[in-house]
């Protein structure tokens, strides 16, 4: 890389395939968005970038979760989150709460790959962050090969909020690495509404 170039060149950051969900705002345009209609109320939903099997986003998030790169996850998240703020979203949000990962999993890999990439968005907008506001009490098996409703089911009672007062009446921006079916992001929300959250919107590294 060259002088001043931090993770990612300048050559593949051109060639990342960028969704810019977050142009399309919290309009009926953005895709990402229609995956909770009829499902679980969503204010805004947004994506970093597209994953593609095999292509650099896949290998980026592999280096993420398996190669132990979590700096590599906070500059992700800066960079989406100088984004963001450009358009003017941090107002939009209260406080930034990453998916947690179970407490052997997270024994087992050292960090959670999600909340790096959340660190990242709350510094670059300057809002509040809450990496213990939403537990997963149950290692679930992974999700990779299973169907929507396989998915779900994986989750359904997996999340609770441990701290209440962290989300009661606040518009929380709910943080994960990748979203496939949405049902990981969906089961979180359920659980921070019922908690008492004003409102709930998504955000991901990618999304397949």
Request: with cysteine; hydrophobic share 35%; aromatic share 6%.
């Given at each position: 890389?060259?002088?001043?170039?931090?993770?990612?060149?300048?050559?593949?950051?051109?060639?990342?395939?960028?969704?810019?969900?977050?142009v399309y705002g919290a309009t009926e345009l953005n895709p990402l968005q229609r995956r909770f209609w009829g499902k679980v109320p969503v204010r805004f939903a947004f994506s970093y970038l597209h994953f593609m099997p095999k292509g650099r986003v896949q290998r980026l998030l592999h280096k993420l979760k398996y190669r132990g790169a979590k700096e590599l996850g906070e500059h992700l998240g800066q960079r989406y989150g100088?984004?963001?703020?450009?358009?003017?979203?941090?107002?939009q949000f209260d406080v930034v709460v990453p998916v947690p990962l179970h407490k052997y999993k997270l024994r087992r890999r050292g960090y959670n790959q999600a909340e790096s990439f959340s660190?990242?968005?709350?510094?670059?907008?300057?809002?509040?962050?809450?990496?213990?506001?939403?537990?997963?009490?149950?290692?679930?098996?992974?999700?990779?090969?299973?169907?929507?409703?396989?998915?779900?089911?994986?989750?359904?009672?997996?999340?609770?909020?441990?701290?209440?007062?962290?989300?009661?009446?606040?518009?929380?921006?709910?943080?994960?690495?990748?979203?496939?079916?949405?049902?990981?992001?969906?089961?979180?929300?359920?659980?921070?509404?019922?908690?008492?959250?004003?409102?709930v919107s998504v955000v991901t590294i990618a999304a397949a």
């Open positions: 890389m060259a002088r001043g170039e931090k993770y990612i060149c300048t050559k593949c950051s051109v060639k990342l395939p960028y969704t810019d969900s977050h100088s984004l963001l703020s450009d358009h003017y979203y941090p107002e660190t990242g968005l709350a510094q670059a907008m300057q809002l509040p962050h809450n990496a213990r506001a939403l537990l997963r009490t149950i290692d679930t098996s992974t999700q990779t090969r299973k169907n929507r409703l396989d998915r779900w089911q994986n989750v359904e009672q997996v999340f609770q909020v441990q701290q209440p007062q962290v989300v009661q009446g606040k518009r929380v921006l709910l943080v994960d690495d990748v979203m496939t079916t949405g049902a990981t992001l969906e089961a979180c929300a359920v659980a921070l509404l019922e908690a008492g959250a004003a409102e």
